[in-house]
């Protein structure tokens, strides 16, 4: 990690510097260093933790022609500045993606230097935005909880999943829920002169105005992140096959340690459900981090070719089917391919849930249903997952449900062919989300299911 040196700062052992002399801007270097290709670059030749000389000398800085005009270069720095600013407002990232292609192989190079250096600033603004709300809010619980004297935060146990309760988006972390977060603060109750019982509502309450203060930061610090990324690619000249062996072995780890993070939770803190929701969270920020600099045309051609029409499945269920086609061909045989199980089974649910049970929410009422999870997800009052959804469809029971599905899917009897089968379809998904390992083959007839039933649908 590289970072600006203040006045009056003293390096440790392991760490070095170097000075950035104009007309380069340090920014413009911060943004360089801490890119994807940089950190790739370095481990190729580091074999330790420290930083040496020598390699900070070896360090391939790109060449800037500084030719422009000065009014000339800040006229068109701000344009880009404008445009990024606006894709980040509107929190969709494939306005950025747009403009960003013009800016390659047109645009000067003291212009995407100086456009680097104002990211580079505004990752710094971000990072430190989050870590005052993050200080705040913290800070507020233990006041809140009156803390005893002589404690800190830092002698709480579990304090890193505390301190870390928005999620790393680079490690494809979701937000810690609520009952996790305070989970961990019951655990230190003997440190609190208040009880969590006493003061839980309030503590909820805060938590969820810290997140909501933090969401839009993250996604900013995310979509900042990839741009520059994409940038340092392209500045480099590196092609897509090359960005892709760049970026697949970090992308690869990351579902493999997300797994194991999850599979060590022991089944008296969280259920099944909960379990792979929390996995298939993981595996989307993942995917859609990956997907934002690796371009898997193949796997869409092949999607293409399966299911006509996938791209226009509701939110995320897209990507779902892109991970966990992309996993099943890309993935070395000796890895796991649980993240392709669940990519495909909570691709099912998204569009059951989405295009059948919403729809027909919106039109009946509990009083119109016999299933008992059906009647209190009518009210509002309980969340259904794929296996709920495949055992009410399958059951038959609910007559005015069947009636809705026969007038809203193309093909209901081979729809609830598919369903009947719930317990194997259960077991596997929990079982990725365990320490349970999956082959290729596992994967292929989990997808041929699932394009059956999108099929249907």
């Given at each position: 990690?590289?970072?600006?040196?203040?006045?009056?700062?003293?390096?440790?052992?392991?760490?070095?510097?170097?000075?950035?002399?104009?007309?380069?801007?340090?920014?413009?270097?911060?943004?360089?260093?801490?890119?994807?290709?940089?950190?790739?670059?370095?481990?190729?030749?580091?074999?330790?933790?420290?930083?040496?000389?020598?390699?900070?000398?070896?360090?391939?800085?790109?060449?800037?022609?500084?030719?422009?005009?000065?009014?000339?270069?800040?006229?068109?720095?701000?344009?880009?500045?404008?445009?990024?600013?606006?894709?980040?407002?509107?929190?969709?990232?494939?306005?950025?993606?747009?403009?960003?292609?013009?800016?390659?192989?047109?645009?000067?190079?003291?212009?995407?230097?100086?456009?680097?250096?104002?990211?580079?600033?505004?990752?710094?603004?971000?990072?430190?935005?989050?870590?005052?709300?993050?200080?705040?809010?913290?800070?507020?619980?233990?006041?809140?909880?009156?803390?005893?004297?002589?404690?800190?935060?830092?002698?709480?146990?579990?304090?890193?999943?505390?301190?870390?309760?928005?999620?790393?988006?680079?490690?494809?972390?979701?937000?810690?829920?609520?009952?996790?977060?305070?989970?961990?603060?019951?655990?230190?109750?003997?440190?609190?002169?208040?009880?969590?019982?006493?003061?839980?509502?309030?503590?909820?309450?805060?938590?969820?105005?810290?997140?909501?203060?933090?969401?839009?930061?993250?996604?900013?610090?995310?979509?900042?992140?990839?741009?520059?990324?994409?940038?340092?690619?392209r500045l480099y000249g590196l092609s897509d096959?090359?960005?892709?062996?760049?970026?697949?072995?970090?992308?690869?780890?990351?579902?493999?340690?997300?797994?194991?993070?999850?599979?060590?939770?022991?089944?008296?803190?969280?259920?099944?459900?909960?379990?792979?929701?929390?996995?298939?969270?993981?595996?989307l920020s993942m995917a859609r981090r990956y997907?934002?600099?690796?371009?898997?045309?193949?796997?869409?051609?092949?999607?293409?070719?399966?299911?006509?029409?996938?791209?226009?499945?509701?939110?995320?269920?897209?990507?779902?089917?892109?991970?966990?086609?992309?996993?099943?061909?890309?993935?070395?045989?000796?890895?796991?391919?649980?993240?392709?199980?669940?990519?495909?089974?909570?691709?099912?649910?998204?569009?059951?849930?989405?295009?059948?049970?919403?729809?027909?929410?919106?039109?009946?009422?509990?009083?119109?249903?016999?299933?008992?999870?059906?009647?209190?997800?009518?009210?509002?009052?309980?969340?259904?997952?794929?296996?709920?959804?495949?055992?009410?469809?399958?059951?038959?029971?609910?007559?005015?449900?069947?009636?809705?599905?026969?007038?809203?899917?193309?093909?209901?009897?081979?729809?609830?062919?598919?369903?009947k089968d719930n317990i194997t379809i259960r077991?596997?998904?929990?079982?990725?989300?365990?320490?349970?390992?999956?082959?290729?083959?596992?994967?292929?007839?989990?997808?041929?299911?699932?394009?059956?039933?999108?099929?249907?649908?």
């Amino acid at each position: 990690i590289a970072q600006l040196i203040q006045p009056n700062s003293y390096l440790g052992n392991s760490l070095n510097y170097t000075l950035i002399e104009p007309p380069f801007e340090p920014k413009f270097c911060l943004a360089i260093l801490n890119s994807t290709l940089m950190n790739w670059r370095f481990k190729l030749t580091s074999s330790n933790n420290n930083v040496n000389a020598y390699e900070i000398d070896n360090f391939p800085i790109p060449r800037i022609d500084f030719t422009i005009p000065a009014d000339e270069r800040q006229a068109q720095t701000d344009a880009l500045i404008s445009a990024y600013l606006g894709a980040v407002e509107q929190g969709n990232p494939a306005p950025i993606l747009n403009w960003k292609q013009e800016v390659y192989g047109v645009t000067p190079s003291d212009v995407v230097h100086d456009f680097l250096a104002y990211l580079a600033e505004r990752m710094i603004a971000l990072n430190g935005q989050k870590q005052a709300e993050t200080t705040r809010f913290l800070d507020w619980v233990m006041k809140t909880m009156r803390l005893k004297s002589g404690m800190t935060l830092d002698d709480l146990r579990g304090k890193t999943i505390l301190q870390g309760y928005l999620g790393d988006y680079q490690k494809g972390q979701s937000e810690t829920a609520w009952k996790d977060f305070s989970r961990r603060l019951y655990e230190n109750r003997g440190v609190f002169e208040k009880s969590l019982t006493e003061m839980e509502e309030k503590i909820r309450a805060e938590y969820e105005k810290s997140l909501a203060v933090l969401r839009p930061i993250k996604h900013a610090l995310e979509q900042t992140d990839m741009l520059i990324d994409k940038i340092v690619y392209r500045l480099y000249g590196l092609s897509d096959d090359e960005i892709e062996l760049i970026e697949r072995p970090a992308y690869q780890q990351g579902l493999v340690d997300v797994k194991a993070e999850i599979a060590k939770i022991p089944d008296d803190k969280i259920d099944d459900e909960a379990r792979v929701e929390q996995l298939s969270e993981s595996i989307l920020s993942m995917a859609r981090r990956y997907f934002a600099r690796v371009d898997p045309q193949q796997v869409a051609l092949e999607l293409d070719k399966a299911l006509p029409n996938w791209g226009k499945l509701p939110p995320d269920a897209p990507i779902f089917l892109q991970t966990g086609d992309y996993n099943l061909n890309h993935l070395p045989d000796n890895l796991d391919f649980s993240s392709s199980i669940i990519s495909y089974t909570k691709a099912v649910e998204v569009v059951l849930a989405k295009q059948i049970f919403e729809p027909f929410r919106q039109h009946y009422t509990d009083e119109d249903c016999e299933n008992e999870f059906l009647k209190k997800y009518m009210l509002g009052i309980k969340e259904l997952t794929l296996v709920n959804f495949m055992i009410i469809l399958s059951s038959g029971k609910d007559k005015a449900l069947r009636n809705f599905v026969q007038q809203t899917v193309r093909n209901l009897a081979g729809l609830l062919e598919l369903v009947k089968d719930n317990i194997t379809i259960r077991d596997q998904r929990n079982d990725a989300a365990h320490d349970v390992l999956f082959g290729r083959e596992d994967a292929r007839a989990m997808r041929e299911w699932a394009i059956a039933v999108l099929r249907a649908i």
